[in-house]
C-alpha cells in the first residue's frame, strides 16, 4: 500500500549504551509519529563512532520513508553526526553561512565565537536547517534523513518544527480494553480474533492490577475503523463469554 | 584486546516502537553492563516480526560476545521471540519438559494448563533455562544469546541469574567533573584533551544547572585506572586554567 509511510530512529551516544543517561527520546517520537500516522519500524542505538553511525544510517534510510537522529550535534569532538551524515551520502560539509552569521549575532564576546562554536553551524552540503529562536544549534533534514539534537527539549521543538513538512501515512487508529483477566487464560480465544481479523493488529499487555492480581490490557489497532470495531466486538464478545463461564 | 566483553540488546515489541509503552529496559540493561565490565555497543528495537527479529539476532549474535532480548516470551499469539530464536539458530523447538512439569503443579484448576500457557514453555533446543520460583515465563541462554522478558521486574530478576554465569571483561572506570562552563568554552581544550590521552573516552554532556545557566559535566573512562587519572586531571587543570582567565 503506497499510503504507509515508515520510519526509523537513530539514537547516537556512548552515554546511551554506557547506561549513564537513560534514553527519553525514544518514546516521545515514537508516540509523535504514531499520532501523525507515520510507522515507527525500527530504532538502533549506536556509539559515537564513524563507521557505526554510517552503517546504521545506510541500513535505515534505504529501508524506512525517513530517519530520525538524535545526538551528536554539539560542540565538543564527540560530537560527530553532522560529519557521520554527511560522509553516508556523500556530500561535503562546511559552516553554514546562516548559522555562522547568527551565531556572530549572538556571540560577541572577544573569542566565544571560537572553534568548537562553529562546529555547531558545520552542516552538510545542501541539507535544510531546522531551527528557531530558540534554538542554539540547528537541526537539519538532507534526503530523507531528521538530524536532531539529543537534548529532549531541543529536539522536542525540532519534532515541531519538522513534523508538518512530513508526508503522513493514514493514521493507525487504536482501541483498548482491560480484560479482567490473566493472560494465559485469554491467549487461545484472541489468537483465533487475530486470526479472523487480518488487517488489525491485536496486542495483548499483561500488568499487575491495583489489587495485585495478574490483568492484561488488550489493544486493537487498524487503520480501518469499521475493521478495528469488528476485532473489538470480537474481543469483548470472547471477555464477557470467560466471565458468564467463571 | 582479548579481555573486552561487548554485547547488544534487541528490545522486541510493537508496544515499543508505537510508543505505547516506554521501554525502561534499555537503561537497565545499559547499566548493569557497564557495572560488570560488559561493553554495550548497539541496541535495536524491532517489531513482533519473525523476520525483523532474526535480521537483527544475526546481525547482533555475530559481532557481539553477547546478545540481550527483552520481550515476546509470554503466552499471546504475538509472543514470537522463542520461535524466532529458534529459526535463527536453525534448532528446532518444544515443550520443555521441567517447565510444563513446573506448570503442571502451578496450574492445577481444569483447563487451565491450556495451549496458551504451555506456549510458554516452548524452548528451543539446547537452551539454558533462565527460571526462579517468582519467575512464571522462564527466559533462556541459548549460544551467545539471553532471552529475557519484557515486564521491568521480572527482566531484572533474570539478569541477576544469568550476570554470574557471564565471561566479563576488565571494568570500564569512570570519573566525572562538574565543569560550570558552557560546553561551546571548553570544546575546544577538551578535544586537544582528547586527543593526547588516546586510551580515555571523555565525554562532554552539556545541562541547565540550579540557576538556569549552561552548564557541562564532563566524563572520562578508561579501563586503566593510571590514565583515566592522567586525563581527569589535564581537564581540572584546564577549568582551572578558564576559570582564572575569566
New interface residues.
Given amino acids: 500500500m503506497s499510503d504507509i509511510i515508515t520510519a526509523g530512529i537513530l ?1 547516537i551516544g ?10 527519553k527520546n ?9 499520532n501523525i500516522g507515520i ?9 559515537d563512532d564513524e563507521a ?1 553511525i554510517v552503517a546504521a544510517l545506510d541500513a535505515l534510510r534505504g529501508r524506512y520513508t525517513y530517519v530520525f537522529t538524535t545526538g551528536g550535534i ?5 560530537d560527530i553526526t553532522a560529519d557521520s551524515v554527511a560522509k553516508a551520502f556523500g556530500v561535503s560539509i562546511d559552516h553554514h553561512p546562516e548559522v555562522v552569521a547568527r551565531f556572530k549575532e549572538r ?1 560577541k564576546n572577544p573569542g ?1 565565537l ?4 562553529l ?2 553551524a558545520r552542516i552538510p552540503d545542501g541539507a535544510e536547517l531546522i531551527q528557531s529562536a530558540t534554538i542554539l544549534a540547528p537541526g537539519f533534514k538532507i534526503g530523507n534523513v531528521i538530524v536532531m539534537a539529543g ?1 529532549p527539549s531541543i529536539m522536542q521543538a525540532m519534532m515541531d518544527i519538522v513534523a508538518p513538512k512530513l508526508k503522513s501515512g493514514v493514521k ?1 487508529l ?1 482501541e483498548s480494553v482491560r480484560a479482567n483477566s490473566r ?6 480465544p ?2 483465533a480474533i ?2 479472523a481479523h487480518p488487517d488489525t ?6 500488568f499487575l492490577d491495583e489489587n495485585s492480581k495478574p490483568n492484561t490490557n488488550l ?1 486493537v ?1 487498524s487503520r480501518d475503523q469499521a475493521k478495528l470495531t469488528a476485532a473489538m466486538d470480537a474481543v469483548k464478545t470472547m471477555l464477557a463469554g470467560l466471565k458468564a463461564a467463571s
Same sequence: chains 1, 2.
Fill in positions: 539514537v556512548d552515554e546511551i549504551l554506557s547506561g549513564r543517561t537513560k534514553d525514544i518514546g516521545f517520537i515514537a508516540e509523535y509519529l504514531t510507522d515507527l519500524k525500527e530504532v538502533r542505538v549506536v556509539s557505526d554539539g560542540p565538543t569532538h564527540d556571540f566565544e571560537n572553534e568548537a562554536r562546529r555547531m537534548v493507525m487504536s493472560e494465559g487464560d485469554i491467549g487461545g484472541l489468537r487475530a486470526e493488529i491485536i496486542g495483548s499487555y499483561p489493544v489497532r
